[in-house]
């Protein structure tokens, strides 16, 4: 029995599959078997095809070819080459040992490529479960990005059939460098970055306290909500931030991509965080995933390493906003269906915005506030008190005046940013301040002994809880960064303490 390697998806995590092939006497007959979807089932009349169109002959036995593990549902059409080449190869002594194959077929025996080849085969990487793979050719632009497996691409299932046949590794493809970006090296690491700024700080008048909170957000992936009357430049601060972000190391960069393939899109492979703002009327579904038969991934998946931004907070519906309090403190969310369980991780940094009030003028010195006490506090009550435990920088916006002037560029804030994520780096942190673990914030989070005893007051004055002081050191260690201070002074601390909701 031969057999050769695929795999199909598993949530949004690549599963092994191992084809195997039989070929036994009886009425000829072509069957495959394993729990296979109607496109992998249409697959017996594009190999048939392929093989018959390419001067094969079909063999008069019983075929039959098993998709392993039985239990676990396929579909896709990336196992159409690997069934045929088990097929045509079926009398022949030839090592198929450690090969994955991937590629659809066309009756006439081209192969053809599949939107999901590249999440597949850089989810089985990233696993170290692949090493080596036969893809269509029109795939070798963007898989040899993937660093560690050696790609060989074909046109033809012949093709395909002469590489197997002779074992011939010279033609192999594997040419994974180095994106071609500006990027800083860090103990022997490159992390990349880009220096365009589509949408510019500059255009922001005005709003320095918020533009200082972006800052930090942005130097330590920290949770940021901003309140403020309508036009003031909220959603305009959120929209920049994703341009001055921290840099990505190159497999954080193939994690980005994976998800823009999942999502429909073709891949930039740029060194560009996503993201994502869903519309306060969307289900709970599209924000977090699910479906009834397959869990699919949602907008809080697709921000993962980027931002999701959250505009008009209240009126997202009270049930999303307590089920965002998971991916928001542990960077993963679970999705428990009846025919699947998956899990995937949610490293964002969480962007809100919203008004005062529901009419928006409460902070507004020029306009009346049209709401009433209760109005306002049932808008208030939209938020509860653990939901808003878990952001790190509070800032009520300022109301615009025909003073107000740029100040900084994105260019200048993005330069700081990645000075603070060299000094993060170079302490031997393998996260951002603000993914700091209990045992992290010990060990990176040293303050200074007038900055301990401010914590200490803090404490007792404002009835911080846990996660609030912890929150408090991480922003401080930020701060602190930006300084280019090895310790948490007694300033950082207390500017720290200056962006907590109260």
């Not at 036994?24 to 594009?46: D, Y």
């Not at 529901?358 to 006490?373: A, F, I, M």
């Not at 404490?459 to 991480?474: D, G, H, M, P």
Request: hydrophobic content about 40%; some cysteine; proline content about 4%.
């Amino acid at each position: 029995m031969k057999q050769l390697q695929c795999a199909t998806f598993e949530g949004i995590e690549a599963t092994q599959i191992h084809v195997e092939a039989t070929f036994t006497k009886g009425l000829p007959s072509f069957t495959i078997v394993g729990v296979v979807n109607t496109a992998i089932n249409e697959a017996k009349e594009r190999v048939k095809s392929a093989l018959l169109s390419n001067d094969f002959t079909f063999p008069p036995k019983r075929v039959t070819i098993n998709l392993s593990p039985s239990d676990l549902k396929k579909e896709g059409s990336q196992f159409d080459l690997a069934i045929a080449l088990l097929i045509a190869l079926n009398q022949q002594e030839v090592s198929l040992d450690g090969w994955f194959v991937f590629g659809e077929l066309g009756l006439d025996g081209s192969v053809k490529e599949n939107a999901l080849f590249f999440p597949l085969i850089l989810s089985l990487a990233n696993h170290g479960r692949i090493t080596k793979a036969i893809v269509p050719n029109e795939s070798l632009s963007k898989l040899s990005a993937i660093p560690s497996v050696t790609f060989v691409g074909v046109s033809t299932l012949s093709e395909a059939i002469d590489i197997l046949k002779s074992d011939d590794i010279t033609t192999l493809t594997c040419n994974s460098t180095s994106p071609d970006f500006p990027c800083v090296n860090i103990h022997e690491t490159e992390y990349f970055f880009i220096r365009t700024y589509p949408e510019d700080f500059l255009d922001v008048k005005g709003q320095e306290l918020a533009k200082r909170a972006a800052l930090i957000a942005a130097s330590g992936m920290h949770n940021l909500l901003l309140e403020g009357s309508p036009g003031c430049g909220k959603s305009m601060i959120a929209k920049r931030l994703r341009h001055i972000l921290a840099p990505l190391h190159q497999r954080e960069i193939l994690e980005i991509a994976k998800l823009q393939v999942l999502e429909g899109k073709e891949p930039t492979f740029e060194p560009l965080r996503n993201f994502r703002a869903p519309h306060h009327s969307a289900t709970n579904a599209s924000i977090f995933g699910g479906g009834s038969h397959k869990a699919q991934i949602g907008e809080v998946g697709l921000s993962n390493k980027g931002i999701l931004f959250f505009d008009e907070l209240p009126h997202f519906s009270k049930s999303a906003l307590e089920a965002l309090r998971e991916p928001l403190e542990d960077g993963k969310i679970r999705i428990a269906r009846v025919n699947s369980k998956i899990e995937y991780e949610t490293d964002f940094l969480f962007v809100a915005a919203m008004n005062p009030c529901p009419c928006g003028n409460l902070l507004s010195k020029e306009h009346v506030c049209r709401c009433s006490d209760l109005e306002i506090q049932r808008y208030k009550n939209r938020l509860s008190e653990p939901f808003l435990d878990r952001i790190d920088l509070y800032v009520q916006m300022q109301s615009v005046r025909a003073t107000d002037t740029a100040s900084y560029s994105s260019e200048a804030l993005h330069a700081r940013v990645i000075d603070a994520f060299c000094m993060q780096k170079e302490r031997g942190q393998h996260r951002l301040n603000g993914r700091l673990q209990e045992s992290e914030i010990a060990q990176f989070c040293i303050l200074s002994t007038d900055a301990q005893s401010v914590l200490d007051k803090a404490v007792n004055t404002f009835a911080l809880s846990f996660r609030s002081i912890k929150k408090v050191q991480k922003v401080a260690r930020t701060i602190a960064d930006l300084d280019r201070s090895t310790h948490i002074e007694k300033c950082h601390l207390l500017e720290a303490l200056s962006f907590r909701r109260r």
